[in-house]
Structure formats: structure tokens, C-alpha cells
């Protein structure tokens, strides 16, 4: 399809808090929360669309914004610095049609009505993209088939294992892929088709029903709970395009790690080094990673401006990582400019940004073992968030929260025990 810019305009909700990313997301939206050393989880969706030849694109943010704005900026690093389209960044602001937080996917795009209705008559599809899902997907085909059934919305599906349905919107289609029924993360889901939060809708459409949305009080104001079943309900034209490539949800700490872990593998599901393909992301420029001369590093992504003297092994760092002499990290994710004292010990585990773990620590597991944490409920893994400041020496458990900002004076203790969260004294 060789007019994308010119028919399609693209919104991309990046506003979530993202809750059950625990300390995480406790400072930055869960769009801006670091994937695979380098990037951020946004960057795939703003590649995909760039990569399908959309250039016309708004990001909705809200909950602190502050991080993604300063990441995207002007979208030059993905060719978005454009006098005609490129990108916008958009957060609630005074005057909007009611005051306030967004009250749900659908209402965040109802917000910005007066950009749909000033969008010239040649673009007449709007594509609704969430910002907090990995994957690599040409939306032109889903387009094309969204033109060629004449649908007044179109829902991007794939198949789930059936334990983990229940996290999203379950869909029932019929023998010509015609949406029947669609519900909203059922506790108990009756089938594995689930709904990627992608939906292509006509321009028109999509306007009337966020209006009729916006005027129902009993509504939650979310695509998925409220306007997909309603338009079902009503006949209209719902189809689902089915998507068979690489797609991650991570939204939870699980989930999260283990979509950081897979990259490892030695064939992983997602290519990072696919030039047809690539991920685009805004870089600081840092020199080349250095290994020491006792360092190890097996099984690990490492990324520019790392110093490595130590032992890194089945994990990933971000750039600006130093391990120091004696240290050992494993099956971790280790984000910018972290620094892991001497002989300190830390296993799986989650660092934020510019932590500084004190020389003699041990963060984690720290006995070796193998496999990976179990579960959805995080019971092996450790968080430590943004800038925390780790005593010499210091004992951490498993499943421990470590909330931004913590200083040395916020520990009363050598020790924190499996399932304890520590915060900071401006956090009390």
C-alpha cells in the first residue's frame, strides 16, 4: 500500500502506569521502561509504524510523562522530525473536553476528537496502537484486509497459551473471521484467541462511537470493555486479523524478564539483528563496552559503555554498566549506568538506572541454581529501583521491592529478608 502516510493517522496510548511493573514504573510509564539494554519498550511500536510507512502519528501519554517525552522528542532517531506528519506528543491538558486523567483507552482518543475531525477527507483510517507490547508486525497487511472487507473496525488477535488468556480480551469470530463476541480479561476465558490491543477503524465510525461512548455514564470508557462489544452488539462490521509472529505483553515483572531472558537464547524469537527490520531508538553516544582482563562474560547481551572486570553471565546490561573486580551478575537485567561493587553477588534480579550496589553484596538468589523464576507472582525475583544506593555487605532476598531513591540511611539493617519492600524516607 503505497499511500500508508497519507490514508492512515496512527494513535499509540503510552499513558499507562503500568502497576504490575512494581518499582519500575514508579517514576516512568511502563512505555518508557528499558527493554534489551538499549531501547524502550515504546521504540517497537514507533518502529513497526515507521517500518510499515507510517508517519503520521500521535503518542498519547499522561502517567509521568516526563521520561518518554524526553526519549522521543522530536522523533528524529525514527525519521518523525517531519514538517508534514511526524509525531506528537500529547498529554492531557486544560481545556480538553472534560478535566482530568484520560478514564480509559477510548476516552484518550475521544480527548483528542478535534484532531480526528481536522484530519483531511484522504485519510479516513485511524490505527489504534498500544505503547507497552514488544513485536516486530507490518501493519500494511492488517490494513489492506481492513480495506478489502470493508470493515468498520478491524482487532489485531493472536493465540495464547490458555493459562494466560485470562490477561486479556478474549475473541470468538466465525468462519469468515467476523468478530461474534469479545470479552474483556474473563477470569475464566473459554478460548485462547486473544486481542492484541491493535484495532484499524474507519475514520468515521470510530468518531460516531466515541461520541456515543463519551455520553454513556455507565460506561468504563475503554475500547476493549466498552466500544468493542457495543459495536458487535449494534452490527457493525468488527473483523479480526490474525498475526502469527513474535508478540510479548510485559507487562508484568514476569513476564518482563522473560521476554528479556528469551533474547538470549541461541536462536530467539525476537531478531534484533534483522537489517530488513530494524529497531530504531534514541542513543547517547558512549564508547565501545570494555571487558577486564579476569572478566567473563557468557550468554549475555552487553551494550556500549560497559566496563566489564568481573563475571556476567545469562544476563542483560544496559550502556554504562560497570561490574567490578569480583562481582558476579546473573540471569539479571541491569539498566544505565549501574554500578555492582566488588565481589558483590547479584542473581535474578532486576536493577534500575544508576544504582550503586556496595562492594561485598549479595542481591537475590545467589546460590547458582538453575532455570528461571516460576510462576506470575514473581516469588524469586528482586527489584531495586532508580538510583538506590546499596550498603556495603548487604543481604537482599529474593522477591524483594527496593523503591527509587532509597539511601544508605534507609537501611536499618544488613539484611532484608525474601518478600519485604524497603522505601525511602521521602516515600514514608
Known amino acids: 500500500m503505497s499511500n500508508l502516510d497519507q490514508e492512515v493517522v496512527t494513535f499509540i496510548l503510552a499513558g499507562g502506569q503500568g502497576d504490575r511493573l512494581s518499582v519500575l514504573t514508579e517514576e516512568r510509564a511502563i512505555a518508557s521502561v528499558p527493554f534489551a539494554g538499549k531501547y524502550r519498550i515504546i521504540d517497537f511500536t514507533l518502529s513497526n509504524c515507521v517500518n510499515s510507512g507510517l508517519f503520521n502519528i500521535e503518542v498519547l501519554t499522561q502517567y509521568r510523562p516526563l521520561s518518554l517525552h524526553d526519549h ?27 478535566k482530568g486523567w484520560d478514564r480509559g483507552t477510548a476516552d484518550a482518543v475521544y480527548q483528542n476528537m478535534n484532531d480526528l475531525l481536522e484530519l483531511k477527507d484522504t485519510t479516513n483510517t485511524v490505527l489504534v496502537l498500544g505503547g507497552d507490547h514488544v513485536y516486530k508486525m507490518d501493519y500494511g497487511a492488517m490494513l489492506t484486509q481492513h480495506r478489502e472487507t470493508r470493515a468498520d473496525v478491524t482487532v489485531g488477535v493472536l493465540r495464547m497459551p490458555i493459562e494466560q488468556a485470562y490477561r486479556f480480551g478474549i475473541v470468538t469470530v466465525d468462519a469468515e473471521k467476523r468478530v461474534t463476541d469479545f470479552q474483556e ?9 486473544v486481542s492484541m490491543g491493535i ?50 505483553d510485559v507487562g508484568t515483572l514476569q513476564s518482563y524478564w522473560e521476554a528479556n531472558m528469551e533474547l538470549l537464547k541461541e536462536n530467539p524469537p525476537l531478531d534484533m539483528f534483522d537489517r530488513n527490520w530494524v529497531i530504531f531508538t534514541r542513543s547517547e553516544e558512549r564508547p565501545p563496552a570494555v571487558l577486564g582482563e579476569n572478566a567473563r562474560v557468557d550468554g549475555s547481551m552487553i551494550s556500549h559503555g560497559c566496563q566489564i572486570k568481573g563475571q556476567v553471565i545469562n544476563s542483560i546490561l544496559s550502556p554504562g554498566v560497570v561490574v567490578e573486580e569480583g562481582a558476579i551478575v546473573r540471569d539479571s537485567i541491569i539498566m544505565v549506568d549501574t554500578v555492582i561493587g566488588k565481589n558483590s553477588v547479584v542473581d535474578k534480579a532486576i536493577l534500575d538506572k544508576e544504582i550503586i550496589v556496595g562492594p561485598g553484596s549479595v542481591i537475590g538468589q545467589a546460590d547458582g541454581s538453575a532455570g528461571s523464576a516460576a510462576g506470575d507472582n514473581n516469588s524469586v525475583l528482586t527489584i531495586i529501583g532508580k538510583r538506590a544506593e546499596l550498603p556495603a555487605g548487604i543481604k537482599i532476598g529474593q522477591n524483594v521491592k527496593i523503591a527509587p531513591g532509597v539511601k544508605l540511611s534507609d537501611f536499618t539493617s544488613q539484611e532484608v529478608k525474601s518478600g519485604q519492600k524497603i522505601e525511602g524516607a521521602a516515600q514514608v
Request: no cysteine.
Open 72 to 98: 522521543i522528542r522530536n522523533g528524529k532517531p525514527w525519521g518523525l522530525d517531519r514538517l508534514h506528519g511526524g509525531i506528537r506528543l500529547v498529554s492531557p491538558f486544560v481545556g480538553r473536553l472534560h
Open 185 to 193: 480479561k474473563p477470569a475464566q476465558p473459554t478460548s485462547n484467541l
Open 199 to 248: 484495532y484499524v477503524f474507519n475514520k468515521e465510525i470510530l468518531i460516531d462511537r466515541l461520541i456515543d461512548d463519551a455520553d454513556d455514564q455507565d460506561s468504563h470508557h475503554d475500547f476493549g470493555r466498552d466500544v468493542l462489544p457495543k459495536m458487535i452488539a449494534r452490527g457493525d462490521k468488527v473483523f479480526a486479523y490474525s498475526y502469527e509472529g513474535y508478540w510479548r
